[in-house]
Antibody, heavy 122, light 108 residues
Framework: QVQLVQSGAEVKRPGASVKVSCKASGYIFTAYYMHWVRQAPGQGLEWMGWIYPNTGGTNPAQKFQGRVTMTRDTSISTIYMELTGLTSDDTAVYFC???????????????WGQGTLVTVSS | ENVLTQSPVTLSLSPGERATLSCRASQSVSSYLAWYQQKPGQAPRLLIYDASNRATGIPARFSGSGSGTDFTLTISSLEPEDFAVYFCQQRSNWPRITFGQGTRLEIK
């Protein structure tokens, strides 16, 4: 069965960086685009970008360009999302999510990680 | 940015009743719209994609309709486990993928 398991909660100071991991299992890791979506406390969902594990190619949302880096390690079927220059506005639960269809980007998300709470506080 | 506006913000219904949730886009998204269900402390769950296609394992009581700017998610007969928050999401104006602000479906 498809599983996406994310790293644990983080507490960071303003200006710091955070790196969240997402380990995939139960399917061909390189076949599916993977997305990052975040959700501020009590708020809606915000798409951050995708990475294609097959090539390592990425497409960050314009809002996060220059501040987010998405990478992957195919040897351990894991993707990473690093966000720099943290502010209190970055306090949120960060989710990884798999794209719906293999070998193409459809931008719908059918499997999700459990979420990683990142708290930015001085 | 294509803004998705969901209505109502909160919907209070009883089990067995029919639920109708709306999502309106500020620009046409053709049929490139999805619906998700989210329960407290959980990740969202994909229900519907391309406006009307049920995702794998989603019960037939969930259906989606619409195109262009106006979309509807219908739950034909509410089960206790259906009370949750529902989000719509568009992928038409890629790379600007956006979500609606959500409709909370609560037990009356």
């Amino acid at each position: 069965q498809v599983q996406l398991v994310q790293s644990g909660a983080e507490v960071k100071r303003p200006g710091a960086s955070v790196k969240v991991s997402c380990k995939a299992s139960g399917y061909i890791f390189t076949a599916y685009y993977m997305h990052w979506v975040r959700q501020a406390p009590g708020q809606g969902l915000e798409w951050m970008g995708w990475i294609y594990p097959n090539t390592g190619g990425t497409n960050p949302a314009q809002k996060f360009q220059g501040r987010v880096t998405m990478t992957r390690d195919t040897s351990i079927s894991t993707i990473y999302m690093e966000l720099t220059g943290l502010t209190s506005d970055d306090t949120a639960v960060y989710f990884c999510a798999r794209d719906l269809v293999a070998w193409q980007v459809r931008n719908y998300f059918d499997y999700w990680g459990q979420g990683t709470l990142v708290t930015v506080s001085s | 940015e294509n803004v998705l506006t969901q209505s109502p913000v909160t919907l209070s219904l009883s089990p067995g009743e029919r639920a109708t949730l709306s999502c309106r886009a500020s620009q046409s998204v053709s049929s490139y719209l999805a619906w998700y269900q989210q329960k407290p402390g959980q990740a969202p769950r994909l229900l519907i994609y391309d406006a009307s296609n049920r995702a794998t394992g989603i019960p037939a009581r969930f259906s989606g309709s619409g195109s262009g700017t106006d979309f509807t998610l219908t739950i034909s007969s509410l089960e206790p486990e259906d009370f949750a928050v529902y989000f719509c999401q568009q992928r038409s104006n890629w790379p600007r993928i956006t979500f609606g602000q959500g409709t909370r479906l609560e037990i009356k």
